[in-house]
């Protein structure tokens, strides 16, 4: 039995006649008679009576109708159901991400994500880079922003992209000696409690920091620290000390507080966003799509690595891998 003797059973019944029901399918009459004839011996009984007046249901062709409908609407259900999922319009989006990314760029990203995908379901996980890495790889994230590139086992195998660049600015209290002053000094810092990342979070950024300051710098070994910008942010606020982040903390608008440039000026790991290369769902397709919308300034360097994978927006002439 197939789906069109269902669509062949149903239009008979609707016009209990074999020629208009013919004329709806666009087929002869001769062929859906002997197609409701195969149907009817397939199911074992009379589905239909012949009279004069017209073809009616029998009470075994009602029953079967009802569910005949019923599948033939979940069929049309099921083909609308897979265009949206290989459109990306359905379907699941696991996304890691470090604290600093929900200043800039992931507000304008999820949010437009969110408008045009409104039935993807969208798993959000704040995690530091030396985790995302890993579950990245693992295939427990399908996205992830960390601060530098995803390294270990495995990362090999990631497509990453830069999409933010930062470099080291100080957060002080209002009522900080320093609040005057539009930079500080790395001499100015070294005689001043610090808040800093956690290192085992944040390798890459401690590591910054250390260039900065010396890596057996006092200040640091002594430093609070924090999970992420935010309590960095809220902790300089409340006196404990001067934090120490990335420049897209002034994205974060808070009382009490004055942000400094700090010198020499000291590059941060760049953002990153990253991804398997294997997986060409539809759902990542969208979110890619999305960033190339709201951050232009990443799509050509998006597309120069994707093109290889088959992720590169629609036109672009395809690369070597790379």
Same mark, same amino acid.
């Given at each position: 039995?197939?789906?069109?003797?269902?669509?062949?059973?149903?239009?008979?019944?609707?016009?209990?006649?074999?020629?208009?029901? !013919? *004329? =709806? @399918?666009?087929? &002869?009459?001769?062929?859906?008679?002997?197609?409701? #004839?195969?149907? $009817?011996?397939? +199911?074992? /009984?009379?589905?239909?009576?012949?009279?004069?007046?017209?073809?009616?249901?029998?009470?075994?062709?009602?029953?079967?109708?009802?569910?005949?409908?019923?599948?033939?609407?979940?069929?049309?259900?099921?083909?609308?159901?897979?265009?949206?999922?290989?459109?990306?319009?359905?379907?699941?989006?696991?996304?890691?991400?470090?604290?600093?990314?929900?200043?800039?760029?992931?507000?304008?990203?999820?949010?437009?994500?969110?408008?045009?995908?409104?039935?993807?379901?969208?798993?959000?996980?704040?995690?530091?880079?030396?985790?995302?890495?890993?579950?990245?790889? !693992? *295939? =427990? @994230?399908?996205? &992830?922003?960390?601060?530098?590139?995803?390294?270990? #086992?495995?990362? $090999?195998?990631? +497509?990453? /992209?830069?999409?933010?660049?930062?470099?080291?600015?100080?957060?002080?209290?209002?009522?900080?000696?320093?609040?005057?002053?539009?930079?500080?000094?790395?001499?100015?810092?070294?005689?001043?409690?610090?808040?800093?990342?956690?290192?085992?979070?944040?390798?890459?950024?401690?590591?910054?920091?250390?260039?900065?300051?010396?890596?057996?710098?006092?200040?640091?070994?002594?430093?609070?620290?924090?999970?992420?910008?935010?309590?960095?942010?809220?902790?300089?606020?409340?006196?404990?000390?001067?934090?120490?982040?990335?420049?897209?903390?002034?994205?974060?608008?808070?009382?009490?507080?004055?942000?400094?440039?700090?010198?020499?000026?000291?590059?941060?790991?760049?953002?990153?966003?990253?991804?398997?290369?294997?997986?060409?769902?539809?759902?990542?397709?969208?979110?890619?799509?999305?960033?190339?919308?709201?951050?232009?300034?990443?799509?050509?360097?998006?597309?120069?690595?994707?093109?290889?994978?088959?992720?590169?927006?629609?036109?672009?002439?395809?690369?070597?891998?790379?």
């Amino acid at each position: 039995m197939e789906a069109r003797h269902l669509r062949y059973a149903v239009a008979l019944a609707e016009h209990a006649h074999f020629g208009r029901a !013919a *004329g =709806e @399918l666009g087929i &002869a009459q001769p062929p859906l008679s002997k197609q409701i #004839a195969d149907l $009817e011996r397939e +199911v074992g /009984v009379r589905l239909f009576d012949r009279t004069r007046q017209g073809v009616f249901p029998t009470a075994a062709g009602e029953a079967f109708l009802a569910r005949a409908r019923r599948a033939l609407d979940e069929i049309a259900a099921a083909t609308v159901d897979a265009g949206r999922a290989a459109r990306g319009e359905t379907g699941r989006l696991r996304l890691g991400f470090v604290a600093s990314a929900l200043l800039d760029p992931l507000p304008g990203v999820l949010s437009r994500f969110g408008r045009d995908r409104p039935d993807v379901r969208l798993e959000l996980h704040e995690m530091a880079t030396s985790r995302s890495s890993p579950a990245l790889v !693992a *295939g =427990e @994230l399908d996205v &992830a922003f960390t601060l530098g590139p995803p390294r270990g #086992a495995g990362a $090999e195998h990631l +497509v990453s /992209v830069p999409v933010g660049r930062d470099h080291v600015i100080a957060v002080i209290s209002t009522a900080h000696p320093y609040a005057g002053q539009r930079a500080v000094t790395a001499d100015q810092l070294r005689r001043q409690p610090l808040i800093v990342s956690a290192g085992e979070d944040e390798p890459a950024v401690v590591a910054g920091l250390r260039a900065l300051l010396g890596a057996d710098s006092p200040a640091l070994g002594g430093a609070t620290v924090a999970r992420d910008v935010h309590t960095i942010i809220g902790l300089a606020a409340s006196g404990v000390g001067v934090g120490l982040g990335p420049s897209r903390m002034r994205a974060v608008p808070r009382p009490g507080v004055r942000f400094c440039e700090v010198t020499p000026r000291t590059g941060l790991p760049d953002l990153i966003l990253s991804f398997a290369a294997r997986d060409h769902s539809p759902v990542l397709r969208a979110f890619l799509d999305t960033i190339r919308s709201n951050c232009p300034e990443v799509g050509a360097a998006l597309d120069d690595r994707l093109r290889p994978s088959g992720l590169a927006s629609p036109g672009s002439p395809p690369v070597g891998p790379r």
